[in-house]
Structures are given as C-alpha cells and as structure tokens.
C-alpha cells in the first residue's frame, strides 16, 4: 500500500553531482524518518544519510561534507544532493522511510524500501 520511487541515478566521473529523489505514494498517515542506504557488489547495504519529521539529520562519516540530505514533507519526498562523486561512492541507492499507515479501526507503522537506483562514479 506504500510505494517509494527513486530516481535521479545515473554516472558521472569522479569529483560530478547526482541529486537522488524518492518520493512515497500511497495510503500515507504520515512519515517520519527517511533515508538513504546504499549497497556495493560484493558489500553489505550501508547507511549513507538520514533525516527526521524534524529535519534531525545523521550521516556516514564517508559522506560527510559531500552529501546533503533533505526532504519536503508536503511532497512525502527525501532527496540526496551528492557532491565530489568518488568511485568508491558507487553502490545501488537505496531509499527508506518510516510510515505509519491507517486501518479501519487504528494506525500501523512499517519501514519500506525503494526498487534502488545504481549509481556509477568513473576516476
């Protein structure tokens, strides 16, 4: 009942930007964490950026002062602005986000995922 799409993926040379977007569709109560995970071949899947209802945000030390992460609530959607691209930053991007969904008599909350999007950082 919850959909995240990512898209904004692609490749780009060592030192280029990609923006991430992932918006969350469906029957929606509200959200509150979102985020950005990324899993290299051979890896396990990492945090790369989170961010709270309250535009609380957390990062991996690898990212720091290169990734920014944000999101506008009105649109259910978290965007990664990714900067001085590293080949080590490749990796298929994965988005997560906290939800709370309604039923008929009360209010569940889950975690979902994105379908990823690859992102490709040549030297």
């Known amino acids: 009942q919850v959909q995240l799409v990512e898209s904004g993926g692609g490749s780009v040379q060592a030192g280029g930007s990609l923006r991430l977007s992932c918006a969350a569709s469906g029957s929606i109560f509200s959200i509150s964490a979102m985020g950005w995970y990324r899993q290299a071949p051979g890896k396990q899947r990492e945090l790369v950026a989170t961010i709270t209802s309250d535009t609380i945000t957390n990062y991996a030390d690898s990212v720091k002062g290169r990734f920014t992460i944000s999101r506008d609530n009105a649109k259910n959607t978290v965007y990664l602005q990714m900067n001085s691209l590293k080949p080590e930053d490749t990796a298929v991007y994965y988005c997560?986000?906290?939800?709370?969904?309604?039923?008929?008599?009360?209010?569940?909350?889950?975690?979902?995922w994105g379908q990823g999007t690859q992102v490709t950082v040549s030297s």
């Open positions: 997560n986000a906290d939800v709370t969904t309604p039923r008929t008599m009360s209010l569940m909350r889950g975690s979902y």
